[in-house]
């Protein structure tokens, strides 16, 4: 049998052009004419052409070497550099311009607010396309590690160990040094001695000025390397990191808006991320679906009071688990007596409240009721008789509880794994992406913003087509340009 063999010194009358080594229909394509259809001074990129010293890289260039670079996994600055020496679709993108990882990394420190505006401008490019309707949006979260180490962290009770420790070694150093000047000979060079003297007071005070943030803040903890990250809790166990959020359309699973917390769960994320969706579509939505994470009756309200349907199921579904005869559901709130009603008639009246708890507790008036009781042992065993906590917002579950056992609201909460899962799974998945290249919010939103409009791209060109997107983009490129 023949084989074909190849020859790399084989030459041609006419080489071929750059643009030639591209088929038509590669994906670059479609990121080259995004990029193209992108206003840069809209979005706060600087694009001043006589400005005064050596020219710069072209910034619409570089923002296309980004964004297609995290399309694909390849967010080091360095890694970046290598694409666009020995990568045909990087080279081709870039039209032969070589920038080296040092000139990447600094135009992404340097745009990271503007890099925030991409994903905006994305959405709204899919609004008028008609590919999202924004009627139902699906909200979700995942953790993401930063680029910073857990052994960084730090309680407010591990600073004040540290701090101790510091200030014990700060009075060993000064005693040393004394000890220096009387003998003068046969100890540690003074210079060293005082250049760790130096040392130790300048951490004293870093560890002094973190303290006093973490009162001020409210925070548990504060990481030294990046301070806007926290502790997060995932299966890969706890490390420093943020909570991403994301906000999905229903219509085709786009990505509509999305952002960065620095807390390990998404109780308190809903209205927020609700409020940056509409002002993304220019319109208010109709509905909002998320898992049990976001089950905070307050932010729910603070949805509903603006006439959105929030489609969210209780943390522990009555449906998952079976009622007793004692259970709290069978105790009969009167609200004008505001007392309970037990399931053998006896009344338990206002004991005490508790704040930490935010709820009204209710016992009975004699404990001789509960322990004379034929079901006492198994109503409760406690000797001061049965208790029943009945939460502020107590009033606002049940209605939200009867909100998603609508059978219209289990139609919608289907959708959601199918919708707002998908993101996530090929940002880790396909792409690799575990934990954020930058440091500090800004620089993690920014992250975010590119990686969300990549999976857009992506899903753009499974709906549309490659060829269909690229004249769409070329569509809004002779817009903006007019």
């Not at 680029?147 to 407010?156: D, L």
């Not at 004991?351 to 322990?371: F, G």
């Not at 919708?419 to 800004?442: A, C, Q, S, T, Y």
């Not at 620089?443 to 969300?452: P, Q």
Request: proline share 3%; aromatic share 8%; hydrophobic share 30%.
């Amino acid at each position: 049998m023949a084989f074909r063999y190849g020859d790399r010194y084989q030459s041609s009358l006419f080489p071929p052009s750059l643009d030639e080594l591209v088929p038509e229909d590669s994906p670059v394509r479609v990121y080259n004419a995004f990029i193209d259809a992108l206003d840069l001074e809209e979005l706060g990129i600087d694009v001043d052409e006589n400005q005064v010293g050596n020219p710069s890289y072209d910034p619409r260039a570089m923002l296309k070497l980004l964004v297609y670079g995290y399309s694909y996994g390849i967010r080091s600055s360095r890694k970046l550099e290598r694409e666009v020496h020995y990568n045909v679709s990087f080279i081709w993108l870039m039209g032969g311009l070589k920038p080296d990882h040092k000139t990447i990394a600094e135009f992404r420190r340097r745009n990271k607010k503007s890099l925030q505006n991409v994903l905006k401008t994305s959405a709204r490019m899919c609004v008028k396309l008609d590919l999202i309707a924004g009627n139902a949006l699906f909200i979700d979260g995942s953790k993401f590690r930063a680029n910073a180490s857990i052994k960084s962290s730090r309680s407010a009770k591990q600073s004040k160990r540290d701090l101790a420790k510091v200030e014990k070694r700060i009075e060993e150093i000064l005693q040393e040094c004394n000890t220096v000047d009387k003998l003068e000979s046969g100890q540690p060079s003074y210079v060293k001695i005082n250049e760790e003297l130096v040392d130790k007071q300048t951490l004293k005070k870093k560890i002094e000025e973190v303290m006093s943030e973490m009162k001020k803040s409210g925070k548990k903890s504060h990481n030294w390397v990046d301070p806007d990250c926290t502790r997060v809790n995932s299966r890969l166990g706890t490390n420093a990191g943020y909570n991403a959020q994301i906000v999905v359309d229903e219509k085709n699973g786009l990505i509509v808006s999305n952002d960065v917390a620095g807390e390990n769960n998404d109780i308190n994320q809903l209205s927020s991320q609700v409020e940056q969706a509409n002002e993304t579509l220019g319109k208010q939505c109709e509905t909002v679906c998320a898992d049990s994470g976001y089950d905070n009756p307050e932010e729910m309200e603070k949805v509903a009071r603006q006439g959105v349907n929030v489609v969210i199921p209780p943390q522990r579904p009555k449906a998952n688990r079976e009622i007793g005869e004692f259970d709290k559901d069978n105790f009969t709130y009167d609200e004008k007596r505001d007392c309970y009603i037990c399931p053998k008639g006896e009344e338990l009246v206002y004991y005490k409240y508790q704040r930490n708890r935010k709820a009204r507790t209710y016992w009975t008036r004699k404990r001789s009721t509960c322990l004379r009781c034929e079901h006492y042992g198994i109503c409760t065993k406690a000797k001061v008789g049965r208790t029943v906590c009945r939460y502020d917002s107590e009033q606002l579950r049940e209605h939200f509880e009867a909100e998603y056992n609508k059978p219209e609201s289990q139609e919608v909460y289907s959708l959601r794994g199918q919708r707002v899962e998908l993101p996530f799974g090929h940002m880790k998945r396909n792409l690799g992406v575990d934990h954020f290249m930058l440091r500090g919010r800004e620089g993690v939103k920014a992250e975010m913003s590119i990686l969300s409009t990549c999976f857009n791209l992506r899903r753009m060109m499974t709906i549309l087509g490659i060829d269909q997107m690229i004249e769409l983009m070329r569509s809004f490129s002779k817009e903006s340009a007019v």
